[in-house]
C-alpha cells in the first residue's frame, strides 16, 4: 500500500501530466500563427517563420526592345566607357557599389585594372572583412545579425547603405543567388537568403521608403502572393502595388521614378512569368496610374528633350520651370528611360520623344569629366543601365563584346580623362 505522502505525490504528478497534456492538445490545436504569438508572448523573444522561396536564382525581366535610333553602339560605349565603377577602395560608399553592381551585375568585368568587377563589388557589400579593410573601423558594419537573418545598416550616416532594402534590390538585379554566402561581423556562415528573410520580416507597409522592398519581394517571392511580416501583418502585391501609388508622386524617391520602376517590374512579372500577382482591380489601377505617368511626360518634356525632376507638376514644370539643378534632370531622365525600356509601348510617349530623352542625356553625360561622373555616380549609373536596355543588353554584356573588338589602352584612357 501507498504511504499518504506517496500517494500525494502521485496525485501531483497525474495532475501535472494532465495539464501538461491538455497544454499540449491544446497547442496543437492553435493555429500557427497565434502559436507564434504565443510563444513571443511566454518568451519575450521574435520567433520569426520564414517564408519559404523555392528559387535560387532571382526572376529577370527582360528589355522590350532594340532600338539603334535611340542609342547606337558607339553612343552607348562612350556612355558606358563613362559610367565604370573607378572607385577608390578607400572609404566605399556602399551606395555607389550597390547602383555600379545593379547596373554591370556580377559577372561585370573589365580590362582596366583600375575599376571593379562585378566579383570585387559584391563581395565589398557582402563580406564583413572586405567592408572594413576599407573602413579601417571608422564606421560601424553595413552587415548586421538579427532575429530572422542578416539586416543591412541603411540611413545617412557614414558607410552605411542609404536607403531601406536598396542593397536587397540591386544585388537581386545584379543576380546574385539565394546561396551567395554573405559574412557578417559575428557569422561567417550566412548567405543572401538571410538578407532577404530579414527584410521581409522588417518590412513596413506604412513606411516612407518602399520602392525598394516592393522590387526585390516581386523578383524572389513570385508566384507566391501572401505572407506575413514580423509583426504578423499579412501583405501581399496587391497592397505593395498601392503602396506605390499612394500619395503625390513627387513623394517617391528620385522625383517619385522608383515607385514607377517598381509598378512596371510588377505588371511585367504578371506578364512575363504569368504569375498573377495582382488582382484584376489592382492590375487596372496599376495600368492607369502608369499611362497617366505617361501623359505628364507628354506635357512636361522641355524641347531639349530633358525631363524636369518635378515632372509631377504636369505641365507647370514646363511653362513656369523651377530653378532645379541639372543633375537632377539627369535623374528624372535616366530613370525614366529605363523604366521605359522594361514597360510595353502602351505605357510610351511617342518614340521620337523617347529618342530626343536619350539624346539628352548622352550628351549630357559624354559632357562631364570622369571625376563629375564619379562624384555623381549613383543617378549616372542609372544612364548606363537604361541605354544598354534599348539595346536589348546589359552593361556588362555590351561592354564584353565592345571590348573584344576595342581594346583597352592604358595611355589613350589617362589622355582621355
Known sequence: MFRPRSKKLLSFALIQALTAG???????????????????????????SPLRIEREQPLVITPLYDDADVVSDEELAAVLKQVQPRFSTEKLKPNYVEHALRAWHVDAEFQDPRVMSGRQMRDFLLDHARFLMSWAGEAQPLLEDREAGVAIRWGREQGGSV???????????????LTQPVRTPGRPNRTFRDVLQQALYDFDLDERETEWSVLGFGLWVSPVNEWQNGKHRTLNFDMLARREMRGHKQFGVCGGTHRVYSLMALLRLDEQFDHRLLSDDARRESRAYLLNVRDLLLETQFEDGRWPYNWPDGKQAREKPSDIPEYRHVIATGHHLEWLAIAPEEFHPPRENVRKAADWIIQNTLSKKVSEIQENYTFYSHVGNALALWRKSRPAAFWKAWEAGHPFVPEESAAKE
Not at 496543437?28 to 500563427?33: G, K, N, Q
Not at 531601406?164 to 543567388?177: I, M, S
Open 163 to 177: 536607403h531601406h532594402d536598396h542593397l536587397l534590390a540591386c544585388l537581386t538585379e545584379a543576380g546574385v543567388p
Open 22 to 48: 491538455g497544454f499540449a492538445a491544446a497547442w496543437s490545436a492553435l493555429p500557427a500563427t497565434d502559436a507564434v504569438r504565443l510563444k513571443e508572448a511566454v518568451t519575450g523573444k521574435p520567433q520569426p
